[in-house]
């Protein structure tokens, strides 16, 4: 009898404890990536997005950060963020490719001429129909970040022309539209992720790489053999700030008016940051020694008509309709 009685006890102890434990980690919102602290977006939740989450949940929600892969790669971030293990990621569109295609008309090849003309495009019904199917697929979009134009680095040659990247090795984010526009260019495209890109560069695996000014900088990847730079800009990318829709669906419509507005006024500082970070770290690779071809207006149109039938390509793969009402919004 008094062996049942403390087994009962102890039950009712160790599942009050557990009861306990899970209300707890509800409190606690989990966001998860790669980058640093330093990184603009990182930046932006940690100045925008967490103080306005405490302070308007009167601190009953905490907010911790896991930049540098601390919790597994990008890829599994963003898994994590879908099945509710974490609260939320960032990453590039192009990590959420295979979970919503569509996603692939915002990575075409010099659609946006200005940042301005992709955040109207982002902050309207377009970025609106984005996010309602990354809601089908179980995310949230609390921000569409600005990455940035994207700009190539190599060790071999200035880049002024497409034929100036023939039989180069570029690495590239896992995007299927970016691999077939840089095939387009006559270079060698190679998927790989960020943790590896700085030795595969440093080893002469790699000719080269593209990326935002701020992130050739961050990275330093004047220290390894990245000599030449061009300003490009033949991608204009943007990152996506999710929550778990698993997650966020468990929350009050007070909490989820919380969260969506503290991604509003985070995704408003990033952008911000990002553009400053741009500038200043276009500065410092050139201080750094790198060498800058800074291309014309006709340098960059041959690029452009280059890259034309990846627009056909895409628009087969995702409808003319889809593209077509991109295009416009963004030529608009």
Not at 93 to 105: D, H, M
């Amino acid at each position: 009898m008094l062996t049942r009685l403390f087994m009962i006890i102890c039950v009712g102890f160790f599942g009050g404890f557990t009861l306990l434990a899970t209300a707890s980690q509800a409190e606690t919102l989990r966001i998860a990536g790669g980058g640093n602290a330093k990184f603009s977006f990182a930046r932006g939740i940690a100045q925008g997005f967490v103080p306005s989450v405490k302070k308007g949940s009167d601190n009953r929600l905490d907010v911790q950060l896991f930049w540098g892969n601390q919790l597994g790669s990008l890829k599994e971030n963003i898994q994590q963020t879908r099945n509710g293990t974490v609260f939320g990621t960032v990453a590039s569109t192009a990590y959420f490719n295979s979970y919503v295609p569509e996603l692939g008309v915002t990575n075409l090849p010099f659609l946006f001429n200005t940042r301005d003309a992709a955040f109207r495009v982002f902050d309207g019904p377009l970025g609106a129909e984005l996010s309602a199917k990354m809601a089908d697929k179980g995310f949230i979009v609390l921000g569409f970040f600005e990455l940035g134009f994207r700009q190539i680095t190599n060790r071999v040659r200035a880049i002024k022309v497409p034929g100036d990247l023939k039989g180069l090795k570029i690495r590239l984010q896992p995007n299927p539209v970016h691999l077939a526009t840089f095939k387009s260019f006559g270079a060698i495209p190679v998927q790989m992720g960020i943790r590896e890109l700085f030795s595969a560069l440093r080893q002469g695996v790699l000719d080269g790489q593209e990326n935002p000014f701020v992130f050739i900088n961050l990275l330093k990847l004047h220290e390894a053999k990245q000599k030449f730079i061009s300003d490009t800009g033949h991608f204009y990318d943007i990152m996506l700030f999710v929550a778990s829709k698993k997650v966020f669906n468990s929350m009050t419509g007070a909490d989820q008016a919380l969260i969506r507005k503290a991604g509003a006024e985070a995704t408003t500082l990033q952008r911000k940051l990002s553009a400053t970070d741009n500038e200043s770290g276009k500065a410092q690779l050139v201080k750094n020694g790198m060498m800058l071809t800074e291309l014309t207006a006709a340098q960059r149109d041959v690029f452009r008509k280059r890259s034309a039938p990846i627009y056909k390509q895409i628009e087969e793969k995702l409808g003319r309709d889809l593209v077509r009402r991109f295009v416009a919004a963004a030529q608009n």
